[in-house]
Each structure stands twice: as C-alpha cells, then as structure tokens.
C-alpha cells in the first residue's frame, strides 16, 4: 500500500512535497503581509520614506494610483529584469510582488495609526516597523521559496560587476529610486536615512536573537517547485 510522504520538519525546510511547499507559501504570505505592517509603520512615522517607498510613493503621487498598485509595477519590474538576469526565481518572489503593496494599501484604509506630528512619536514609531520588518523577512525567508526581486536585483549586479563591492552596488541602487522617487514627489527626510543606514543592522541583530543565519538558507528555484507539483511532466528548464 502506498502512503503520502510524511510532511516532516526536514519535508517543510526542503519543500520536497506538494504540501511542503503549500504550507511555506502560507507562511510566506502571512509574513509578508505583516511585512507590509511594518513598511505601513514607517511610513506614517512621516519623516521620509525607506528609499524603495520613496519610489513608490513617488509614482503613487503622480500617476494617482494606490501605494499597492505602485508597489506591484517597481516590483514586476525588478523581477522582469531578474529573469532576464537570469538569476534564481522562486514562487515566493511572486508572493512578494503582489502582497507586500496590497499589505500597505490594507492598513491605509484601516488606518489604525495616524501620521506622527513630532520626532518624539516619528523615530519610535519608525524603529517599531524597522523591527517588524526585520523579524517578518525572517518568517518569510525559512519559507525557502526565493528571496525578494530587489535583494536578487542587487546580487545580479554584483555578480556583473566583480570590481565593485556589492555593498557600493547596494547605495547605488538605492540612491538610483530614492532620486526618481523624489523627482517624482515621494518623502525624502531623516527618516529615510535612519532607513538606510539602519534596517540592515536591526535585522542583523533579530536574526541574532532568533539565531538564523539567512546565508545557509538554500532557497527553491520555480523549476523545482514545478517539478514536485508535476512530478511526470518533463520540463526543459535552462541549467545554470
């Protein structure tokens, strides 16, 4: 009698089944809903955005769309040229694109927070989403699926440009969307350099607490989930 492979823990952190990499895919867009919690957060601290949001609030003010609907386009955008990079795309980056925006969209219309008036409520309220931000990646980086298309921008570009360190690669991709989205309207003040210069140590310091190394995370390519979902189905993915 044939049984169904047993989701164990080892199961889950590989998505070896079909219902391996649906759960991880819940967990990925629960995360990064709440991820969009976090970003709604710095954003209504009103002391500028995160350069990313300042583009996409940038293209939000002219265009007069929604924050989400901003989000989507920047986003599948990064992961058109991801794949033309062709570097590693995984179902949670698609996750990414579409829930993160929506998230924010979600939390404006609930509006559960007002926008700060003074730094004494700014900067706290700020850190607070910095901090949500840095635990809810964790919860959707041990989902295995792929890492965001803009962290996957920036190591495909620095993999084509050896000579420069990825961390100058990193400034200037950022400093590229802060500039367009300033142009463009989007808030630019000390709260995006707080941003800036602040969430990598904050999310250094919670992966410390939690005890994850993100470096040994070994995430799923989409051909590989395919290849679980449609185990007899051959499919001629390009080997790289």
């Known amino acids: 009698m044939k049984t169904h492979p047993r989701l164990t823990k080892e199961a889950l952190r590989s998505n070896r089944t079909v219902g391996a990499i649906l759960l991880n895919m819940l967990i990925a867009a629960v995360s990064l809903f709440w991820n969009g919690f976090g970003l709604y957060l710095t954003i209504r601290a009103n002391i500028g955005a995160a350069p990313w949001d300042v583009l996409n609030l940038g293209i939000s003010h002219t265009f007069g769309i929604l924050y989400g609907t901003a989000s989507i386009l920047v986003a599948c955008t990064i992961l058109l040229i991801d794949i033309l990079l062709k570097e590693p795309v995984g179902i949670a980056m ?38 949500i931000l840095a635990y809810t990646q964790y919860a959707y980086m041990i989902a295995s699926l792929g890492c965001g298309p803009r962290d996957t921008l920036m190591v495909g570009i620095a993999k084509r440009v050896r000579r420069i360190p990825i961390g100058v690669v990193s400034i200037v991709i950022l400093s590229t969307a802060t500039l367009i989205g300033w142009l463009l309207g989007g808030p630019v003040g000390i709260g995006t350099l707080i941003c800036a210069f602040g969430a990598g140590p904050i999310m250094q310091l919670a992966f410390r607490t939690v005890r994850f190394d ?27």
Do not use: M, Y
């Open 94 to 131: 698609f996750i990414d694109a579409f829930v993160v925006g929506k998230a924010v969209d979600f939390f404006n219309w609930l509006d559960p927070v007002p926008p700060c008036t003074t730094l004494w409520t700014s900067i706290p309220l700020l850190l607070l989403g910095l901090v």
């Open 214 to 240: 993100a470096t040994g995370i070994r995430h799923q390519r989409l051909s590989e989930s395919f290849r679980v979902f449609f185990p007899r189905a051959r499919f001629r993915f390009p080997k790289k």
